[in-house]
């Protein structure tokens, strides 16, 4: 079974939080981090007006080989960060635990929620992390049972029951829409990008959990 992981951590307590370093006024958001040999490459959206600055702070770190822009739009923009030499800290600790990271969002403090395929992989994450005294501030650990004796359980997170809620109080799903992302994430006051991904992720779980059956394989 599925067990999640939310925890917060201080952007100077890992070696990626120290590099991206946001200037003032810019927020990240981690949108994968894929395993390339020996390495592991994040993908980060930055969302802001001062990308020069953000460009210059991250492609001046000693252990930085490359920072690319991939996309932008309007004051968000989608970059891959390549090492001369991968850290072995708390990203490097979820790529060999199998984590997927379903959200992680972060300045000076980052928070992430994780999905781990079972117990003992969140446990290798934990040791990885104790052995390099890596510290996180843990908001909660579960996992989504399928069913309770009051029927099924949606299990969303806060942050997307919160988003879901206001989705549609507000008109955003109206025909025309009544309100628009942009909106919904200055009432949030995070990007349109971890609004839309908030927003997306709930609808998918409410989705499964009402439409395919119990047991049935979601993955496919």
């Known amino acids: 079974m599925s067990v999640y992981l939310e925890f917060t951590i201080e952007a100077d307590a ?4 120290r590099v991206l370093d946001p200037p003032p006024g810019i927020s990240l958001e981690l949108e994968r981090v894929v395993p390339t040999g020996s ?8 969302t802001g007006e001062d990308y020069s600055a953000f460009e210059r702070g991250v492609r001046s770190h000693s252990a ?7 996309d932008r739009n309007g004051e968000q923009g989608l970059y891959r960060l390549e090492w001369k030499h991968s850290p072995t800290d708390l990203i490097d600790a ?4 199998d984590a997927v990271i379903l959200e992680a969002t972060g300045d000076t403090s980052w928070t992430f929620r994780l999905r781990f395929t079972n117990h003992d992989n969140l446990t290798a994450f934990h040791n990885a992390i104790d052995d390099q005294h890596i510290s996180i501030q843990v908001k909660r650990t579960y996992t989504l049972t399928k069913e309770s004796s009051r029927g099924q359980r949606l299990d969303l997170t806060p942050e997307q029951r919160e988003a879901l ?14 309100v628009s992302l942009g909106e919904l994430a200055e009432e949030f006051g995070i990007s349109q990008q971890a609004t839309s991904k908030r927003i997306r992720q709930a609808n998918e779980k ?3 959990e009402v439409l395919l059956p119990v047991g049935e394989d979601r993955d496919h």
């Not at 390495?39 to 930055?46: S, Y």
């Not at 979820?94 to 635990?97: D, T």
Request: aromatic content about 16%; overall charge positive.
């Open 94 to 97: 979820m790529a060999r635990s």
């Open 64 to 70: 930085v080989e490359s920072l690319t822009a991939l």
């Open 206 to 208: 409410i989705l499964q």
């Open 14 to 17: 890992f070696h990626l939080g």
């Open 165 to 178: 809620v206001l989705a549609v109080k507000w008109g955003y799903f109206a025909s025309p829409r009544e």
């Open 39 to 46: 390495m592991v490459v994040p993908f980060v959206w930055v």
